[in-house]
């Protein structure tokens, strides 16, 4: 019969150290939970707000970084990332940045649209959590092209509509409708007094060379 206290207590015997098979069999199961911890990936949505944004060296590990440089997305109101060889795989991440397109880094100049990114869940792997893609058409048409008429970004070679309000549309230089004058972006400079002496509109551009010298076009 065991012995106690004067309070009651039981008295404490010494501990009985574990046979060598079941520490082997508590250690493997602590391994297996862990590898199913870290296999569970975390929830994932991504929102396209198009309005109406060269490959990478490569691209990063599947999976480690949502839609990161080099990735590639599906088409459609819910976004996912999917192998670039996939059939449903539609466009490509040129580059991933944090914040938003008006604050953050300029996209490259070959962006078709841009891409609002948002990664949620307490299992999220990437540092990039929210913030925007640039992303390019893995086929034509590519909006973003000089001339197109299209894309998030004004560049050297689009053409755009002057409003008396001070502000400019861009449209497809091909576009031969409409009547109002048209100016090409001919050039990006510094400052407006590098613009050349002909030059008939500036136009606000993104990057180290924010103002293009615009000329207006002939024949339309």
């Not at 999976?63 to 490509?92: M, N, Q, Y």
Request: with cysteine; hydrophobic share 30%; aromatic share 4%.
């Amino acid at each position: 019969m065991d012995e106690h206290t004067s309070s009651g207590a039981r008295s404490r015997r010494p501990a009985t150290p574990l046979p060598a098979r079941v520490f082997l069999a508590v250690a493997a199961a602590v391994v297996a939970l862990l590898l199913t911890t870290a296999c569970e990936a975390p929830g994932r949505t991504v929102t396209d707000d198009r309005a109406p944004a060269p490959a990478s060296p490569g691209p990063s590990p599947y999976g480690v970084v949502f839609l990161g440089p080099g990735d590639c997305s599906s088409r459609g109101p819910v976004i996912r990332e999917v192998f670039c060889r996939s059939e449903k795989a539609a466009a490509t991440v040129l580059a991933r940045h944090l914040g938003t397109p008006s604050s953050g880094p300029p996209c490259p100049d070959a962006t078709d649209f841009v891409l609002h990114v948002s990664e949620t869940g307490t299992g999220a792997r990437s540092r990039l959590t929210t913030g925007y893609a640039c992303m390019r058409n893995l086929e034509p048409p590519h909006p973003g092209d000089p001339g197109q008429g299209g894309g998030p970004l004004t560049v050297v070679g689009d053409c755009v509509t002057a409003s008396r309000a001070g502000e400019v549309t861009e449209t497809a230089c091909a576009d031969a409708g409409g009547r109002a004058p048209r100016y090409r972006v001919e050039s990006a400079v510094e400052r407006r007094d590098r613009c050349p002496d002909d030059t008939d509109l500036f136009v606000s551009l993104r990057g180290e060379k924010p103002v293009g010298c615009a000329r207006r076009t002939t024949g339309w």
